[in-house]
């Protein structure tokens, strides 16, 4: 359904990002790859190319204006065109009360997960305004929720729902869409790894943290990183060329909106 589509990718982590990278490759795109790690990215570029795609290479800080421009430049160099722009780093913000929050640490998270999708959408606009692509901001579900310690989260994540919404309406008249997807917890190692530590601190076993996870769910299970990635890629093909300003929860079930 990406066949000779050109997508970039930020953030190519451990979870999400490998899926979304993977599931792209899959599905027929050349990737344009932006991290900061190099050897994240030769990793996920052997990936990539074991699909029998192309794959760029471009370390990247996207909080950094030089290091956005160009990468820009290079994807361009490289392939001539780009067709969808994933925005998926993601920096935690302090996980504390709003009240005692710390502004610093909000601050330089937000850098990552507001201003640098913000300013990458701006760079990349001519482009995907020539091939009519397309934009893809991955949220969280965290925006429906209000536990104290995901405060700073959800502000983040809320500037970012908000910058999507407007950025879609100033965009579309290029013939530029630009959806969001929010995935709820989801099950990779960094969680699993979490659930294993809510288990020791409460005496209970990691299936047991699991099921109260999946409980809130219709389906009473969790998403897996290629299940959020495949939807989320499904924004990005010509099945939703009339889709644009929407938010797509991929949760199992946990929230009806």
Known sequence: MLEGKVLVLSGVGPGLGRALGAEAARMGADLVLASRTERRLEKMAETVRAHGRRALVVPTDITDEASRVALV??????????????????????????????????RAANETNVFAPLRLTALFADALAATRGSVLMVN???????????????????ALEHLS???????GPRGIRLNSVAPSYI???????????????????????????????????????????????????????????????VDCGEFHR
Request: glycine share 6%; net charge negative.
């Open 187 to 249: 099950y990779e190692d960094v969680n699993k790894g979490y659930f294993d530590w809510i288990a020791s601190e409460s005496g209970r076993t990691h299936d047991e943290v699991y099921a109260e996870k999946a409980a809130p769910t219709d389906l009473k299970r969790l998403a897996s990183p290629a299940e959020v990635a495949r939807a989320a890629l499904v924004l990005a093909t010509d099945l939703c060329s009339a889709v644009t300003g929407q938010v797509l929860n």
């Open 140 to 158: 969280s579900c965290v925006l429906y929720q209000s536990q104290e310690e995901f405060a700073g989260y959800k502000l983040s994540k809320g």
């Open 73 to 106: 430049e290079q994807a361009l160099a490289e392939f001539g065109r780009v067709d969808c722009l994933v925005n998926n780093a993601f920096a935690i913000p302090p996980m504390d009360p709003l009240t005692t929050l710390d502004l610093d640490g909000l």
């Open 165 to 171: 919404s407007s950025l879609a309406t100033e965009l």
